[in-house]
């Protein structure tokens, strides 16, 4: 598998070197952090969802009247 | 003075059940292919399509001009190498501008019951404008993109819709739509879509809008 990075410019495909290749490095970066960002608060709002699930559960609220509540 | 119309049957001319009254009335050929390029031009105005294969970013450049103050851009993409999502950012003179005054907001929500706020921010040096799953048969993207070239704020709307399967599973399927901006009111006549991580198969179209 190479290693090398690829990059398209109107109809030519070229080796990405250079200052694009760390401009672009730089902007992938920066998009992982930010997907990584969104997938724990996602995973959080999961937790906190399965969480007051649980507690309402534990009051004797139905799975039906839980999900009515929760939408 | 009224004229009858005929059609041949294969071994004799017919009359139509109708009459035309006056010829005059009618277009030539030459008027009606006027006509319809004229109508053909009034919507949206094909500039660019441009296949791409294996890239981590693709560029155009020069397809934004001040012909046109608005744009369609659609994004099909085949394949992806990697999960994740896809983003855009202005370009002028075949140059990137990386700058972190990118902003945006979006909403998505899925088939698994997941929907939230996405994206939100404007200090980024990038736009997303959705996500594609490595297992997904195919992606799309579409962006609506305000004044890319004119001295105005650059701003842009756009939505994409997923799953993240291969016939005949659809596995989960989601939409997201944002709002994006762009601190500067310079001028840009270019974009480059990249993947937040991996390489991307597919093709982008960009239409002008006729003002």
Known sequence: MSDKIYIGIDNKRIEAKGEVLESLLQAQAEAQAEQSRIEAEQQAKANAKQSAMNKLKALGLTDNEIEGLMG | MAKKAYVY?????????????????????????????????????????????????????????????????????????????????????????????????????????????????????????????????????????????????????????????TPPTIGTTEQRIQVLTHALSSSFDGITVYRGSGSMTGAISIFGVKK
């Open chain 2, 9 to 165: 049957s294969g071994t004799d001319w017919v009359p139509l059940a109708s009459e035309v009254t006056d010829l005059t009335a009618y277009s030539t050929s030459t008027e009606i292919a006027n006509t319809y390029a004229t109508k053909a031009d009034n919507g949206l105005v094909h500039i660019n399509t441009t296949s791409f294969s294996a890239v981590a970013s693709q560029s155009l450049n020069d397809v934004f001009s001040a012909t046109y103050d608005n744009y369609k851009i659609f994004i099909n993409l085949d394949s992806v190498s990697a999960s994740g999502d896809l983003y855009a950012r202005l370009r002028v003179s075949g140059a990137d501008n990386s700058s972190a005054i990118y902003g945006s907001t979006g909403w998505y929500s899925n088939s698994s019951g997941g929907s939230g706020v996405v994206n939100n921010g404007t200090t980024n040096i990038g736009w997303s404008v959705g996500y594609m799953n490595s297992t997904a048969d195919n992606g799309y993207f579409i962006i609506d993109l305000s004044s890319p070239f004119i001295a105005k704020l650059t701003m842009a709307t756009s939505w994409a819709l997923r799953n993240n399967d």
